[in-house]
């Protein structure tokens, strides 16, 4: 029994950190291992990209960290939403490979056009952000991949075929009313002018970055199509891209590579296209708000930590999305597994996904070969635009004609 004169049981509840970000990352299982891992509690805030974006411009006060995308940071940075990270805080800094850290994989350049992540990196003396390297950096670079589309293999006529897989196929006449897109402006819109330039239709000077008068071009040819019935759905969510092909409304669309994983539990036959004009790529990672202090500071970190210690990046590459610091991950996997999803070799027997025992059947190779050949072939990364708030009300008269 406490007398009087004793000082009273200081009980200190867990750390809750709250996290705005996409499905991408934002699992349960991943939760679930890293509270588990760090003592901490976890709040996901998970939502579709542009209103995560828009959240984490406008309120940055809701969340401790902020996991998207590195084009997005465009839009944060010059409105204050983050602080810099410290990188002397970050214990596998160094592990971190050269691709967002100078734009190369060994002697191969892979910037290509869009939103590079170096370029936006690192936090200059100003506050501005570039490629210069420093100790502190905007947004810690973690998951990322090259996305292009999929398409069901018996659906697609031997003339396409035969020209070889090309963004051009997103506007085949053949494929009429069996297309979809993905919803977002930011995505879509490269996905879209990526189809249109190799289609012919329209050249562009900078595809990661166009004119007014080239957005009010590529948007009047979408709608022309969309009038005709040429595309079937747009999408959202990974979830949402993957129900589309299982319901059999679609025969080919823009994807992320998590919906493959659906695709393939359903028992569709599909391929990941390599277009012959390269990938469209982004790099994902994690910031922190302005508004993160004290505990939940140096939570966050440890957060930002865990992600680079191997468990979280091999959950990743069995849902087809690569790691800043593969090497600590490659601890974490089997080397069937490794020589699948990194080295883009055959499965020497069947492969487990990210929560499930049996995803990659023995044989099957992963599309686009490996590593370094599907990130040396990049023909534009994610962006944002300097045309991004005009692009987003073009977008919406597509979406909505």
């Known amino acids: 029994m406490r007398t009087s004169t004793e000082a009273p049981a200081v009980h200190r509840s867990k750390v809750e950190l709250r996290v705005l970000g996409t499905s991408v990352t934002l699992q349960d299982h991943i939760r679930k291992q890293a509270e588990q891992d760090l003592g901490i509690k976890l709040r996901f805030m998970v939502d579709e990209g542009s209103a995560v ?16 995308w590195f084009h997005s940071i465009d839009c944060l940075w010059p409105a204050r939403a983050l602080q810099p990270i410290d990188v002397t805080r970050i ?30 990196l690192y936090v200059q003396p100003d506050n501005s952000l570039g490629r210069k390297p420093s100790q502190r950096i905007s947004m810690l670079p973690l998951t990322h991949n090259a996305d292009s589309f999929v398409y069901l293999d018996d659906t697609l006529p031997a003339s ?6 090309s963004w051009s196929w997103l506007l085949a006449p053949e494929l009429a009313g069996r297309v979809a897109l993905q919803a977002d402006a930011a995505i879509g819109a490269i996905d879209a002018a990526l189809a ?26 979408l709608i022309d199509y969309k009038r005709r019935g040429h595309f079937a ?23 992320w590579s998590p919906a493959t994983v659906a695709l393939a539990k359903a028992g569709l036959k599909f391929k990941l296209a ?9 790099f994902g990672g994690m910031s922190l708000s302005r508004a993160t202090a004290g505990r939940e500071l140096d939570a966050a970190y440890e957060y930002l930590n865990w992600w680079l210690d191997g468990w979280a990046g091999a959950t990743m590459a069995r849902q087809g999305f690569y790691i800043s610091n593969q090497e600590r991950s490659r601890n974490q996997m089997t080397e069937a597994e490794w020589a699948y999803w990194y080295d883009g070799k055959a499965a020497s027997g069947e492969l487990p996904g990210p929560v499930s025992e049996h995803l990659v059947t023995a044989g099957q190779r992963r599309d ?23 692009l987003v009300r073009r977008w919406t008269e597509f979406m909505r004609a």
């Open 233 to 255: 759905g747009f999408w959202s969510s990974y979830a949402e891209a993957a129900q589309l092909m299982i319901s059999n409304k679609v025969a080919i669309q823009s994807i």
């Open 53 to 68: 974006q828009r959240n984490g411009v406008m309120h940055p006060h809701s969340y401790d960290i902020y996991d998207q």
């Open 91 to 120: 214990a596998r800094w160094d592990e971190i490979n050269s691709l967002p850290r100078a734009g190369r994989l060994g002697r191969r350049v892979c910037t290509g056009a869009g939103s590079v992540p170096v370029n936006r």
């Open 160 to 165: 396409l075929i035969e020209r070889g897989e």
């Open 368 to 390: 686009g070969g490996s590593y370094v050949s599907r990130m040396s072939r990049i023909a534009v990364w994610d962006s944002v635009m300097d045309e991004h708030n005009y």
């Open 196 to 221: 249109v330039e190799a289609s012919g239709l329209m050249r562009f000077d900078d595809i990661g970055n166009l004119t007014i008068e080239e957005i009010d071009a590529l948007i009047a040819t």
């Open 274 to 282: 390599s277009p012959q004009e390269g990938y469209r790529a982004w």
